[in-house]
């Protein structure tokens, strides 16, 4: 039911990939390539293996994602079965906050210059 191939351990790239933590593998190797992933607190090249057990740290997408190994596999499988794979320890994404008294919906379009000059101001006063 489940491509295990009857390994023990696996890269690293081609695990966070099967296990659906990124899209495709060659963006598992960037991460990997540029620093964003460590395995038990140590750097890790995209060919580091993983084993069951292992704590896998990785930034995805500006945000941290703590988990820990379960079963190491190669392919890519269903979501369902991708996440028995692993426990993710991750803390809960951080919720963006919203400028009160500015409304803006998705699909509207460009913003009109009144608005345009509204948000500026406030992102002015955020970023203090």
Known sequence: MTPDNGTDETR???WLCAVRLVKTRPMATQLCEGGHVR???NPAKPSTKVRAGDEVHALIATRERIVEVVR?????VGAPVAA???IDRSPPPVAREVAPGI???RGEGRPSKRLRRELDR???IVGR
């Open 12 to 14: 690293v790239d081609r």
């Open 39 to 41: 395995i038990n607190g």
């Open 72 to 76: 190491p596999i190669e392919a890519r």
């Open 84 to 86: 028995e794979c692993y």
């Open 103 to 105: 409304k803006v919906l």
């Open 122 to 124: 406030m992102r002015r």
